[in-house]
């Protein structure tokens, strides 16, 4: 069964940069994509971004590219997030998914094509 454990969330002002950190067990996690979604309060679960099973490939939303980018260590089994220029509509509770199916050549966006939901953690932009 796929645990993830998402840590680094905070309370940071707008202009600020945050680094999440995903530690995920339970599978073999050097032949997974990863990704990373958010929901804000009143909205829907949306895709922020991924990146394939070696690294190769990554994608992000709209939203945050230039700003968001997305990392992995295979040898921690360990994927990053490092946010900066944060927005306060950024603020949103941000999980950490494993792809359901392994070498993707490609970057996943849909929740259902994820897997080891966790509780997430809260990231708060604000003044």
């Known amino acids: 069964q796929v645990q993830v454990v998402e840590s680094g969330g905070g309370l940071v002002q707008p202009g600020g940069s945050l680094r999440l950190s995903c530690a995920v067990s339970?599978?073999?996690?050097?032949?997974?994509?990863m990704g990373w979604f958010r929901q804000a309060p009143g909205k829907e679960r949306e895709f922020v971004s991924g990146?394939?099973?070696?690294?190769?490939?990554?994608s992000y939303a709209d939203s945050v590219k230039g700003r968001f980018t997305i990392s992995r260590d295979n040898a921690k089994n360990t994927v990053y997030l490092q946010m900066n220029s944060l927005k306060p509509e950024d603020t949103a509770v941000y999980y950490c998914?494993?792809?359901?199916?392994?070498?993707?050549?490609?970057?996943?966006?849909?929740?259902?094509?994820?897997?080891?939901w966790g509780q997430g953690t809260q990231v708060t932009v604000s003044s």
């Open positions: 990146i394939t099973w070696n690294g190769g490939t990554t």
């Open positions: 339970g599978l073999s996690f050097s032949i997974y994509g």
């Open positions: 998914v494993a792809a359901s199916i392994a070498f993707n050549r490609w970057v996943r966006t849909r929740t259902d094509e994820y897997r080891g």
